[in-house]
């Protein structure tokens, strides 16, 4: 929704190639969340991250809230990174989570 | 084994239909979910539950109720369908509190209203 905005809305790589999703958030609210949805459907989790940095393997989730802005970086894309991934917000800190529409990302061998 | 359970995996009903949705889940999270999918867009918050008979509204609440009556079972009713509810609803747990550190989704129900 409006609340929180991603970029780009999709995005088309060759594997090997590193992508930046962004995720803006129009409250200084934190508890920004990374979630990827597999191509079937299927939602996983990737980060809980209400500031700073964390890292996962390839990816790394980074948070700056006082800007209101998220981002995930994926490095070294491989085709099974094919799918949408969600940043989600708690803008009212009660645990409802507000969704961005996603960023639809193709990795091509 | 942590998981989430999602019953039914499809569902067609006629419009004026009751519909119910099942979900469970095996790691005795306080903190249950439904949401919603529509094609090309994120998550929509229905129902949160906190815990047991503990429910609160999400962002689209009409049209819906919730029922938890255990901590492991978390149900979704659409009262009189209607074509609009067409859509995957999808169920989620998590740790206790409202940090929701980290979500466990089922698999989602592809719910068809005709």
């Known amino acids: 929704g409006q609340q929180v905005q991603q970029s780009p809305a999709s995005l088309v790589l060759q594997e090997g190639e590193n992508a930046e999703l962004q995720c803006n958030f129009s409250?200084?609210?934190?508890?920004l969340q990374w979630f990827y949805q597999h191509p079937g459907g299927r939602l996983v989790s990737l980060f809980y991250?209400?500031?700073g940095t964390k890292h996962t393997g390839r990816l790394t989730s980074t948070t700056v809230t006082n800007e209101r802005r998220g981002s995930l970086h994926i490095s070294s894309s491989q085709t099974t990174d094919s799918g949408t991934y969600f940043c989600?917000?708690?803008?009212?800190?009660?645990?409802?989570?507000?969704f961005g529409d996603g960023t639809v990302l193709t990795v091509k061998p | 084994d942590m998981k989430v359970t999602q019953m039914p995996r499809y569902l067609i009903k006629r419009m004026g239909e009751n519909v119910l949705l099942e979900c469970g889940q095996d790691?005795?999270?306080?903190?249950m979910y439904w949401y919603r999918q529509d094609p090309g867009l994120g998550l929509q918050l229905i129902y949160i539950?906190?815990?047991?008979?503990?429910?609160s509204e999400g962002d689209i609440p009409k049209g819906y109720r919730v029922s938890r009556k255990k901590r492991e079972h978390f149900s979704l009713i659409l009262d009189s369908a209607k074509t609009n509810q067409t859509s995957v609803y999808f169920c989620?747990?998590?740790?206790?509190?409202?940090?929701?550190?980290?979500?466990?989704f089922g698999h989602g129900t592809k719910l068809s209203v005709l």
């Open positions: 989620a747990s998590s740790l206790p509190g409202v940090s929701n550190e980290r979500l466990f």
């Open positions: 991250n209400p500031s």
């Open positions: 790691m005795s999270h306080e903190t």
């Open positions: 539950s906190y815990d047991v008979d503990s429910n």
């Open positions: 989600a917000i708690d803008l009212s800190n009660t645990g409802k989570l507000t």
């Open positions: 409250s200084t609210a934190t508890r």
